[in-house]
């Protein structure tokens, strides 16, 4: 249970001492940048809500930390209806945590309370799992076998494509570029009666205003094709990795590249978007803002789940065992099944390709603490 100092009321902090935060418990394992934890204080100046603390597991490049300031100066700045919308798609950074004079992390809202949900795992139990666009490139049935009452059908995977243009669009129009657009970036939750939600998270190593505090790490199976000589970290680079998020979730394909062997499943009018997209011609890639007035027309007209139903699962292939040989002494009997035989059925839960709550990418590696994390938390 996190406490609250209490300071001046509306007091801004844009920079904090890591021990300010008090202990700090860990609530991820560790990834390419750093460690998430939660903090026992929460500083006043950081706004209404639960937050977390991402400390990097090294000391980030020259320049960064005035990149950081400049990210949070400019989310404090902003007028009350766009830090809204901010808050909305992104886990935007608060504050920079340090350790004396150097940036050792961020602090940002705790978005896992609005995106994690009960899967239910192979022993029956439910544990709580971010929702994340990896787990929606699967099979129609993957959320239902999962124990949550979402169907992803053709027309919810357009409203997911339609929300996260939406927050690519919002990005772009204030000059930040996304760079590494994963599943495992991108958290998705699905409201009850309503449009579904996205949050983009890694918000420290995006692109903002021509300038980067964190090189981003850029996600195998969704980078640019090396063919194409260009840097990750522009607008196109990301109606690249758009165009790829919309095959993928139309396709139900975790790494589709070609839009050919899939156009079948794609919405008619989306395809010539997706030709764009995906073609080198970086200059006539569709912007974010594009695919979203496409995407919103397309839902408008409806139908969409009797036009395009989508692949039906493959089949799988089960052997069930042979009975024992009888023993010679006793008298014999044919098992009515006869000898083992081969059965090939659609497993009623789909053909979701990743393990069960964990998407393929996965969570982080758990790796021994960088020596700049443990300095940060001691």
């Not at 209404?48 to 960064?64: C, D, E, F, T």
Request: aromatic share 6%.
């Amino acid at each position: 249970m996190s406490a609250l100092v209490d300071l001046h009321a509306g007091l801004e902090r844009r920079a904090l001492e890591v021990q300010e935060f008090g202990e700090l418990v860990p609530i991820s394992r560790f990834g390419g940048q750093g460690r998430v934890y939660r903090p026992a204080v929460i500083p006043a100046g950081l706004g209404a809500g639960p937050v977390v603390v991402k400390l990097y597991r090294r000391a980030p490049p020259a320049g960064a930390g005035h990149v950081l300031s400049e990210m949070v100066a400019w989310g404090h700045l902003l007028e009350p209806d766009q830090r809204t919308a901010l808050d909305r798609v992104t886990a935007w950074p608060l504050a920079i945590v340090r350790a004396g004079d150097v940036a050792a992390g961020i602090a940002m809202h705790d978005v896992g309370g609005r995106f994690s949900e009960p899967f239910v795992m192979p022993s029956g139990r439910r544990e709580r799992v971010l929702l994340t666009l990896e787990h929606l490139l699967g099979a129609d049935d993957y959320l239902q076998m999962r124990g949550l009452g979402v169907r992803l059908d053709t027309f919810t995977r357009a409203e997911v494509s339609e929300r996260i243009s939406d927050a690519l669009a919002f990005l772009h129009r204030h000059a930040i570029v996304a760079s590494d657009i994963a599943p495992n970036n991108i958290l998705v939750r699905f409201g009850v009666g309503d449009e579904p939600e996205v949050c983009l998270i890694d918000c420290d190593s995006m692109v903002f205003h021509g300038r980067q505090a964190l090189t981003s790490v850029q996600t195998g199976d969704w980078e640019l094709p090396a063919s194409y000589g260009e840097s990750p970290n522009t607008r196109a680079a990301d109606g690249y990795k758009l165009g790829l998020v919309v095959l993928r979730l139309f396709a139900r394909s975790h790494d589709a590249r070609a839009a050919g062997p899939h156009t079948r499943y794609v919405p008619a009018e989306l395809r010539g978007l997706l030709a764009r997209a995906l073609a080198p011609d970086a200059v006539n890639r569709p912007p974010a803002g594009e695919w979203q007035r496409a995407l919103r027309g397309l839902l408008a007209a409806g139908r969409l789940n009797e036009r395009y139903p989508g692949p039906a699962p493959p089949p799988r292939v089960v052997v069930r065992r042979a009975p024992p040989a009888p023993d010679p002494g006793a008298a014999v009997r044919t098992p009515r099944g006869g000898a083992a035989r081969a059965v090939v059925g659609t497993p009623r839960g789909g053909a979701a390709r990743t393990g069960v709550g964990t998407p393929r990418g996965g969570a982080a590696r758990a790796v021994a603490p960088g020596a700049f994390a443990r300095a940060a938390t001691a």
